[in-house]
T-cell receptor, first 109, second 113 residues
């Protein structure tokens, strides 16, 4: 079967750094996506990785290791507005997205 | 219209009733998707359409039907609603069948009693 695993909830302090991990087992791999979802709102796109390595975009970075079936999202200089759920999704061999359940990130002052 | 719109925003429905959730996008995206999101579970694909005139079944299609008469509209119909269809429904679109990120509508919160 296909499976995306990520922690259910994490807590971090404003101004700090947090790493959200995602492991996957899917039928084929055609890229990994990270989305942010604030409570009661729609998911919004953060990053896309298809090759191994680190992609940096401002305060957010995403890393991929295809051989390990592993990705992480790194958030630096945390702000209160970063409190949200972070969704990991893998595009499988049928080019459909398989979604993890999301990681709820709580930022404390 | 800018992006993707969904209607209604929320709805309470009696079991057994028929309901159509509407989705319209103005980005001329080829691909469109319907997901449901339930607490503790990831987004689950109900149906998708790679281009106008074609549709396909996702992970959880039973009890739902879709049509894609044109590029912009992708309605989702519940023929006879059941309480297990209580969920938040998101419509999404992308520029191609495989290439680009998906853009999401604001969602419809549906409660079936």
């Amino acid at each position: 079967g296909q499976n995306i695993d990520q922690p259910t909830e994490m807590t971090a302090t404003e101004g700090a750094i947090v790493q959200i991990n995602c492991t996957y087992q899917t039928s084929g791999f055609n890229g990994l996506f990270w989305y942010q979802q604030h409570a009661g709102e729609a998911p919004t796109f953060l990053s896309y990785n298809v090759l191994d390595g680190l992609e940096e975009k401002g305060r957010f970075s995403s890393f991929l290791s295809r051989s390990k079936g592993y990705s992480y999202l790194l958030l630096k200089e945390l702000q209160m507005k970063d409190s949200a759920s972070y969704l990991c999704a893998v595009r499988d061999s049928n080019y459909q997205l398989i979604w993890g359940a999301g990681t709820k990130l709580i930022i404390k002052p | 219209i800018a992006g993707i719109t969904q209607a209604p925003t929320s709805q309470i429905l009696a079991a057994g009733r028929r309901m159509t959730l509407r989705c319209t996008q103005d980005m001329r995206h080829n691909a469109m998707y319907w997901y449901r999101q339930d607490l503790g579970l990831g987004l689950r694909l109900i149906h998708y359409s790679n281009t106008a005139g074609t549709t396909g079944k996702g992970e959880v299609p039973d009890g739902y039907s879709v049509s894609r008469a044109n590029t912009d509209d992708f309605p989702l119909t519940l023929a006879s609603a059941v309480p297990s269809q209580t969920s938040v429904y998101f419509c999404a679109s992308s520029g191609g069948t495989g290439g680009n990120e998906q853009f999401f509508g604001p969602g419809t919160r549906l409660t079936v009693l």
